[in-house]
T-cell receptor, first 113, second 113 residues
Framework: EAGVTQFPSHSVIEKGQTVTLRCDPISGHDNLYWYRRVMGKEIKFLLHFVKESKQDESGMPNNRFLAERTGGTYSTLKVQPAELEDSGVYFC???????????FGSGTRLTVV | GENVEQHPSTLSVQEGDSAVIKCTYSDSASNYFPWYKQELGKGPQLIIDIRSNVGEKKDQRIAVTLNKTAKHFSLHITETQPEDSAVYFCAASPNPSTYKYIFGTGTRLKVLA
């Protein structure tokens, strides 16, 4: 079974630019989550999709962040315009049943300069 | 708000010794507690979990204990090996209807050969 795949693995952009992160969950997993870890701190929840619907987006920092999951398959997370404080590692995870442990992807390391 | 405190932030042990990582959670409604191991360049991987109706769970060299009254839970690794070196994260799920996790800040474990 293929795992959770994230693209790109690294991204360096200038402040004010736009970046789009992509996540391909494990096939058949209806639940998809985005998390972020800022250097040395905890991994923080951003949002949760059930299929194509946003179940919980209480962790999204502000309206510069937009997450989509078209057709209930892959998901994208767009940051526009990027700010310095957006730097960190963005993790995607998926699960077949909500309330089971997630499977995480390897993350996208975003650096805003 | 909800938070999970994790200690220590770094831990060095000799190969063959035991390692213990402790976490404290704030939300008494939390009822699911997973532990994740993150190796360099990879995403967090679920290694063991425990639900609030269980006090202890063991899987080979890894065990987790939960004290609901004190809102503490701990990871115990016995007979540590160099491949146990990684960053370990504890997490708590405060609300079963949202399935989001509140993570601790991580413990960097080094097993010295």
């Amino acid at each position: 079974e293929a795992g959770v795949t994230q693209f790109p693995s690294h991204s360096v952009i200038e402040k004010g630019q736009t970046v789009t992160l992509r996540c391909d969950p494990i096939s058949g997993h209806d639940n998809l989550y985005w998390y972020r870890r800022v250097m040395g701190k905890e991994i923080k929840f951003l949002l949760h999709f059930v299929k194509e619907s946003k179940q919980d987006e209480s962790g999204m920092p502000n309206n510069r962040f937009l997450a989509e999951r078209t057709g209930g398959t892959y998901s994208t997370l767009k940051v526009q315009p990027a700010e310095l404080e957006d730097s960190g590692v963005y993790f995607c995870a998926s699960s077949q049943m909500a309330y089971y442990g997630y499977t995480f992807g390897s993350g996208t390391r975003l650096t805003v300069v | 708000g909800e938070n999970v405190e994790q200690h220590p932030s770094t831990l060095s042990v000799q190969e063959g010794d035991s390692a213990v990582i402790k976490c404290t959670y704030s939300d008494s409604a939390s009822n699911y507690f997973p532990w994740y191991k993150q190796e360099l360049g990879k995403g967090p991987q679920l290694i063991i979990d425990i639900r609030s109706n269980v006090g202890e769970k063991k899987d080979q060299r890894i065990a987790v204990t939960l004290n609901k009254t004190a809102k503490h839970f701990s990871l115990h690794i016995t007979e540590t090996q160099p491949e146990d070196s990684a960053v370990y994260f504890c997490a708590a799920s405060p609300n079963p209807s949202t399935y989001k996790y509140i993570f601790g800040t991580g413990t960097r474990l080094k097993v010295l050969a």
